[in-house]
């Protein structure tokens, strides 16, 4: 059974940071992984993802402010998120699968492409 556990979430003043984890079991092999999020009223959205080869990628309104790295030896990905602003305030989920194939950061950065997917974690920033 495959289980994904975010947490780190929490409520921070602007420029503050925090650091999401989600571990997981379950699962192992040739893994690629992604972080995402769903503010009130909006569509998840990708927020930053590593492909089946250890790249990375995010998407534009969080470079040079968050970072997606894993710790392979704990099984837990992390999203490092620094100078938060109140528009990422938003429910936080980590999704994970396996391939037997390459899977790059543009087809990680889909919701399509996960079939695992944990709660979330909540992030609120204020002004």
């Known amino acids: 059974q495959v289980q994904l556990v975010e947490s780190g979430g929490g409520s921070v003043q602007a420029g503050g940071s925090l650091t999401l984890s989600c571990a997981f079991s379950g699962i192992s092999g040739n893994m690629y992984m992604g972080w995402f999020r769903r503010a009130p009223g909006k569509e998840r959205e990708g927020v930053a993802f590593?492909?089946?080869?250890?790249?990375?990628s995010y998407t534009d309104s969080v470079k040079g402010r968050f970072t997606i790295f894993q710790d392979k030896a704990k099984n837990t990905p992390y999203l490092q998120v620094n100078s938060l602003k109140p528009e990422d305030t938003a429910k936080y989920y980590c999704?994970?699968?396996?391939?037997?194939?390459?899977?790059?950061?543009?087809?990680?950065?889909?919701?399509?492409?996960?079939?695992?997917w944990g709660q979330g974690t909540q992030v609120t920033v204020s002004s």
């Open positions: 999704a994970e699968d396996v391939s037997r194939f390459y899977v790059s950061v543009k087809i990680c950065s889909g919701t399509n492409a996960y079939s695992y």
């Open positions: 590593i492909g089946s080869d250890g790249s990375t």
